[in-house]
């Protein structure tokens, strides 16, 4: 999704925040994610590290596309919420309105100490759920 902005930056392209960066595209971007994490998952042994990091290893093929697919969304359209809080050139609910009323909502220092609390917390909520 940021290869977009990275690629704007690159040939001074505005809006950096382009069509990656709406909540129609961050459901795409985050749908193409877990079908190529699913196809990974389903053709890699699912031993050693696949094993361990994955939360229920004897998961059927159908449960594990469908974690995949709910989970891509969800990071995909969580990206252009956080984005969207940040950064005022952004259309997040592109194509059916312009601008971003989110930007500015909250400082962006207070931003990034809620994400990085949040990550916190879910890597212990992580640990503490997962099996030994």
Not at 107 to 114: C, F, K, R
Request: net charge positive; aromatic share 12%.
């Amino acid at each position: 999704m940021d290869c977009e902005v990275l690629y704007r930056l690159r040939f001074s392209l505005k809006p950096i925040h382009h069509l990656c960066h709406t909540y129609i595209g961050g459901a795409v971007i985050g749908s193409l994610a877990a079908f190529i994490w699913y196809f990974v998952i389903t053709r890699t042994s699912r031993n050693g590290l696949v094993r361990r990091f994955l939360i229920r290893p004897d998961s059927s093929t159908r449960s594990l596309l469908i974690d995949s697919v709910v989970s891509g969304v969800i990071g995909g359209v969580s990206h252009v919420f956080l984005d969207s809080l940040m950064h005022a050139d952004m259309h997040p609910f592109w194509p059916f309105a312009l601008g971003n009323s989110l930007a500015g909502l909250i400082g962006v220092g207070l931003l990034h100490i809620l994400l990085a609390a949040s990550g916190f917390f879910g890597l212990i909520l992580w640990l503490l759920m997962r099996e030994p």
